[in-house]
T-cell receptor
Framework: AQSVTQLGSHVSVSEGALVLLRCNYS??????LFWYVQYPNQGLQLLLK??????LVKGINGFEAEFKKSETSFHLTKPSAHMSDAAEYFC????????????FGKGMKLTVNP | NAGVTQTPKFRILKIGQSMTLQCAQD?????MYWYRQDPGMGLKLIYY???????DKGEVPNGYNVSRSTTEDFPLRLELAAPSQTSVYFC????????????FGSGTRLTVV
């Protein structure tokens, strides 16, 4: 069975600062990993995904994430935060064996201060 | 390019009333899902379907029912609404959840009073 841990529920950064959102996973088989973003009053949209092709994955809006098997991590980063990045971010995991559903973390709310 | 369409966007129900939340996708995805989202609680899976005619319970199915008579539609039925069902409901679909992830609808905000 897979699980995802997003420690904490809220991160606050200044505009222009580094964004780092942590995600650790647990999986007994090679995982697929995803980051989703949810802007206020909207549905979730896919930010990026790891499906074993490359360990450093680039997504939309300047975000990227690196798969580190030794650390069982898939942290999301962006070098310079923008006000428009304020949203909630969800990490999710599935397995490469044909799982029927994703397992989501509890989410992390990102606030960007001017 | 409609994707996943949910209706209605907002609804207020009285305790004991029933309603159906509609979800339709035009991408020919076999997998469809219903989640509820409560503040600070993340997403909780209510029901899901791996194809027409096949449904299965998620984490929190009590008080809800689903059907999947076509590939396109996956309605969620609330019987005897309770205040605990006040939430935002999201429908999602996928051709292959492991490799592709989900496409989400924009949600239905339901208040039970």
């Amino acid at each position: 069975a897979q699980s995802v841990t997003q420690l904490g529920s809220h991160v606050s950064v200044s505009e222009g600062a580094l964004v780092l959102l942590r995600c650790n996973y647990s999986s007994s088989v090679p995982p697929y990993l995803f980051w989703y973003v949810q802007y206020p009053n909207q549905g979730l949209q896919l930010l990026l995904k790891y499906t074993s092709a490359a360990t450093l994955v680039k997504g939309i809006n300047g975000f990227e994430a690196e798969f580190k098997k030794s650390e069982t991590s898939f942290h999301l980063t962006k070098p310079s935060a923008h006000m428009s990045d304020a949203a909630e971010y969800f990490c999710a995991v599935s397995d490469q064996g044909g799982s029927e559903k994703l397992v989501f973390g509890k989410g992390m709310k990102l606030t960007v201060n001017p | 390019n409609a994707g996943v369409t949910q209706t209605p966007k907002f609804r207020i129900l009285k305790i004991g009333q029933s309603m159906t939340l509609q979800c339709a996708q035009d991408m020919n995805h076999n997998y469809m899902y219903w989640y509820r989202q409560d503040p600070g609680m993340g997403l909780k899976l209510i029901y899901y379907s791996v194809g027409a005619g096949i449904t299965d319970k998620g984490e929190v199915p009590n008080g809800y029912n689903v059907s999947r008579s076509t590939t396109e539609d996956f309605p969620l039925r609330l019987e005897l609404a309770a205040p605990s069902q006040t939430s935002v409901y999201f429908c999602a679909s996928s051709p292959s959840p492991g490799r592709s992830g989900y496409t989400f609808g924009s949600g239905t905000r339901l208040t039970v009073v």
